[in-house]
């Protein structure tokens, strides 16, 4: 869809809104209105095609630097409207040293570097072998764009064996988007088909000519997209990529990940029309909002960081009222939000029993607020207001569980994952969407500056979390049964009856193993790499948390 079209669409939604909420409540005029008769107006009495112009003004004057000199105060603006999807305008291709390069040749079309990119810079596409030969026929640079498609086995010769036509996978890398994190290379793992070079003119002028031929393909076609692979989601752009990419998030965040495999989900799911997202403040409103860009091509509401639960619940009862009952929506927050001021708004809408689901991007720490611990933080965490020091050693408390809380909730879904484990986190979504009643999914995201870590690490400490017991898989859902151990899953976690996972090596994966890996825990160790009694405390908790995760499923050790 045009840019044009997406932003006509929003103001025109918006409008009816406004429209039919002063029709039935009588609203004339207030205070504002009759002072700024300019925001009384409706956006409809507006020109929309002179609208969306004045709107790429606004994006090009941003692109530009000179927004703060040259734009005057506008109605869009003053109603904090952000039309859908403008984060694809926005260049970060001055960010970063580096970009990755594809090697076609080590390609297995595991589609993990697309999956697990925080910023929409890496995306594939299946063609039929002839269709491929043609894209290239007709570019001018036909070497260059030849080298971005890959002969699989996944896509080619398991399709030609069957008698099927066969595809040529390719992987193309947005200059545009890519802030040179690194995580696509690390997840990419021993198969080696991606690795980072040094950024310089002829780089980049090179990636966006292949970007344009992208662009110019059309969609992979649906018999090369496999329903029982769910990395696979995302090859389906036009209705999974409901997540853009330019949004302003650090490097690598693990938040953004899981944002866009939400969206890849539920668009897969519901589609487009049928989804709605209410964001409490923190990290994901910040960067999903930084005016003018905005990521996401669904309707997005940000509200305060306590009461997203409460204005979701608002949403919701409308949305029935007008026989949506089938749209799906979405609260999502940080352990700020969620864990700490907003849980008593978020317990209340998991009682009240309405269709709401919440992620709950949680990185044990206000990453917003520059880091102070919550009651997501692990014993012994270094972070302002829980700082390492002579008398105290770190947060003194333990870890709130909110997801064991929420579990003694009536009837609500529950899951904790991560995005680095694909199938979980998809299979989690996609049982919470279809879930009949309140959901609620907790997922393990990686703050690289709070939790001290390299910017292309963020699935790799997600799957440590997971293996050391510091954030176990779990899911809790009602329709199993009537008793717990019926109900709650823990599949997906290593050595299920073990107290700690053993690596192939032999050696123990233990919390002291995760903690070792992160900044947040280093005073806790000695030049020896002994570790202080106050995190053998918050080891010994961490056990006691999965031990009796254990005996809720009916494990026996």
């Not at 009837?411 to 309140?438: E, L």
């Not at 032999?506 to 947040?520: I, K, P, Q, T, Y």
């Amino acid at each position: 869809m045009s840019e044009p079209r997406l932003i006509h669409d929003a103001l025109a939604e918006l409008d009816r809104a406004v429209r039919e909420f002063r029709s039935r409540e009588g609203v004339g005029s207030d205070f504002a209105l009759e002072t700024h008769p300019e925001l009384g107006r409706s956006l409809l009495d507006l020109d929309i095609e002179q609208y969306v112009e004045e709107f790429g003004r606004v994006t090009t004057a941003y692109q530009t630097g000179v927004a703060g000199d040259e734009l005057p105060a506008e109605v869009g603006l003053a109603r904090s409207l952000i039309p859908p999807g403008t984060g694809r305008m926005r260049d970060f291709s001055y960010i970063g040293r580096e970009i990755p390069e594809f090697l076609p040749e080590k390609c297995v079309a595991c589609m993990d570097c697309v999956t697990q990119c925080p910023d929409t810079a890496i995306l594939a596409k299946v063609l039929e072998s002839r269709a491929v030969d043609e894209a290239i026929a007709e570019d001018e640079r036909s070497d260059e764009v030849r080298r971005h498609w890959s002969k699989t086995r996944k896509f080619h010769d398991a399709f030609e064996k069957s008698g099927d036509p066969p595809g040529l996978f390719g992987i193309f890398i947005d200059p545009t988007k890519c802030k040179g994190c690194g995580e696509c290379v690390e997840v990419c793992g021993d198969h080696g088909a991606l690795r980072m070079i040094s950024k310089n003119p002829q780089v980049l002028e090179q990636a966006r000519h292949t970007m344009e031929h992208f662009h110019r393909l059309p969609e992979t076609s649906e018999h090369f997209i496999r329903e029982r692979i769910p990395s696979d989601r995302m090859l389906a752009c036009e209705k999974t990529h409901l997540y853009v990419g330019g949004a302003g998030s650090c490097s690598g965040c693990g938040e953004a990940t899981a944002l866009r495999m939400l969206m890849a989900q539920v668009g897969w799911q519901k589609g487009r029309e049928d989804v709605g997202v209410v964001a409490a403040t923190g990290c994901n409103t910040v960067y999903s909002s930084t005016y003018p860009y905005n990521p996401f091509l669904v309707p997005w509401i940000n509200s305060l960081f306590e009461n997203a639960p409460a204005v979701a619940m608002g949403i919701r009862k409308r949305w029935d009222q007008r026989g949506w009952e089938d749209k799906s929506l979405w609260v999502v927050g940080g352990d700020g939000a969620m864990f700490d001021i907003g849980f008593g708004s978020l317990s209340r809408m998991l009682a009240s029993g309405l269709d709401i689901n919440v992620l709950v991007l949680d990185t044990q720490v206000y990453s917003n607020t520059g880091g102070q611990a919550s009651t997501a933080s692990y014993t012994g965490q270094m972070a302002k207001m829980a700082p390492h020091g002579e008398v105290q050693k770190g947060k003194v408390e333990s870890r709130k569980d909110i997801a064991r809380i929420a579990m003694m909730h009536p009837d609500v879904f529950v899951a904790q994952t991560t995005a680095a484990h694909v199938k979980h986190f998809y299979d989690a979504v996609s049982a919470a969407t279809s879930y009949p009643g309140p959901s609620l999914l907790v997922a393990y995201t990686t703050c690289q500056p709070e939790h001290g870590v390299g910017d292309a690490l963020s699935a790799h400490q997600a799957k440590l979390a997971v293996d050391s017991r510091a954030f176990p898989l779990m899911v809790h859902d009602p329709r199993r049964g009537e008793r717990l151990r019926e109900r709650l899953d823990l599949k997906g976690n290593p050595s299920l009856r073990a107290d700690w996972h053993h690596d192939k090596q032999g050696r123990v994966v233990d919390f002291l193993c995760f903690a070792r890996s992160e900044g947040r825990f280093r005073r806790h160790f000695d030049r020896e790499g002994e570790p202080s009694p106050e995190i053998l405390i918050a080891q010994d908790r961490v056990l006691q948390s999965w031990r009796l995760l254990q005996e809720m499923a009916g494990i026996q050790p």
